[in-house]
């Protein structure tokens, strides 16, 4: 009878320590803005070829005219909507690998050159309490001109950043 009594007591421990576990892991993935920003990352970095990536970006920059580039870009399925603000649109489709990084799709945006610094293509997630994080790419030569968020290299041209809110 005691050890019947036992074993429930160290069930009933086992249970309320995975509940514990599996809720703070939870709570951390929701709300853990580094943690969010270094699993995706980690995800780009095992999915996505860093040269496919820059060939997208790159191609995607020359198909619009530096004029325009400043334009958000909407995802729908893996393909990218571009509106131009001539009132015209294109779709190029999403490199592989970047569908499912994190809950919500990433917003791109084109940026013209402007400062000494290249056009490129802004990839950005987060938002809300949690800031953002994303990805800056460019041609290889690429550097970006503001590094007043926390950032790294993953390639030459292709970079990670994080901006705290």
């Given at each position: ?47 996505c070829d860093p040269r496919v990536l820059q ?60 400062g000494g610094e290249e056009a490129y293509v ?35 041209g292709i970079y990670f950043w994080r901006e705290?809110?």
């Open positions: 009878m005691r050890q019947s009594h036992l074993l429930k007591i160290f069930g009933v421990g086992v249970i309320a320590a995975l509940i514990i576990g599996g809720g703070a892991y939870w709570w951390r993935s929701m709300t853990d803005y580094n943690y969010i920003a270094d699993r995706c990352e980690r995800k780009i970095e095992r999915r060939s997208w970006a790159t191609n995607l920059i020359m198909r619009v005219s530096l004029g325009e580039t400043n334009s958000r870009v909407d995802l729908v399925g893996k393909a990218v909507s571009v509106d131009l603000p001539n009132g015209n649109s294109m779709r190029v489709t999403l490199p592989q690998g970047l569908d499912g990084i994190w809950r919500h799709r990433p917003a791109v945006v084109l940026r013209e050159a402007r802004l990839l950005l997630w987060g938002g809300g309490m949690l800031g953002h994080w994303g990805m800056s790419i460019g041609s290889p030569s690429f550097v970006p001109a503001q590094w007043d968020r926390q950032g790294r290299q993953w390639k030459p705290y809110r």
